[in-house]
DNA sequence: GGGCTTATTGATAATGATTGTCAAAAGCGA
DNA sequence: TCGCTTTTGACAATCATTATCAATAAGCCC
């Protein structure tokens, strides 16, 4: 086993992602940092976004467009309501679709069962570009 | 409007992606087809892809890695329960899911919700991967 | 079938996020 | 402080995906 290292960097990242409202990728975080005077590698907030993620002190997750996105969070596992545009989340309780997820996974005979539950929209700040217009929101996969 | 026309490319692509039993990446189809004779390009591929989800024809979903899977599709909104191993590919009904999502949604003042769904587990012909051992299960996120 | 117009193709370059490399720098226990 | 090891960071390398753009081929009218 390794002995964890404790370097203002990692800090640094730990206190950047705590004063963020919702979730961030590691490039914009790493601007963010580099920004208010720090000059930590690129490679490190990677690294270091990694490690509190699997350390689960940090919640991860992709951004439609594919980006791995980011957010401070020591409680154990739950899903989130994003808002689209301002990054807003929240977490949500949801018992009942855990419930849901290992039933239907072994009514199927499926077993070592993880899910990914994410709700998007727009938050009441954020009202909704143009309503009606919006033929084509974000991220429509389908 | 623009017109649609049809090529043997589309074609290759939408009855390769027929004949697939669960979800495949842009790239794997790709070489699928290469590997079948056709010299189909990589960026045709990418846009029959891309056009086939637009038009409902297809399903799309981010795996955990990252990469765009597409699978052939015609009925409407649903969810999956996707092997990790072999990729197959279970569509589940959700109904309890699509109320909660926007009861959700609506509760924290969020409009315009959509939401990602999905299962991954191991099904019955891939046996886990060394039940007890397995401390680190693929795409463990948190 | 013969043209014509225009959507489509495909080789390749470009992009953008993420990871690998490795010498230099910095923890931490002694 | 010394020395051993983990970390860092600049940069190169990957990898999926998208943009470019000249060459090709569909659909269509004759």
Known sequence: MVMQRNTWQR???????????GFVSAQSLHSKLRGSGSHIGLATVYRALGDLASEGQADSLQSPEGENLYRACSRGHHHHLICRSCGLAVEIE??????????????????????????????????APSAESAANPVSARK
């Open 11 to 21: 800090e640094a990242v730990r206190s950047a992602l705590d004063t963020q409202m």
């Open 94 to 127: 949801a018992d009942d679709v855990e419930v849901w997820a290992k039933r239907v996974a072994s009514l199927h005979g499926f077993t070592q069962a993880e899910h990914v539950v994410d709700v998007f929209g727009y938050c009441s700040s954020c009202v």
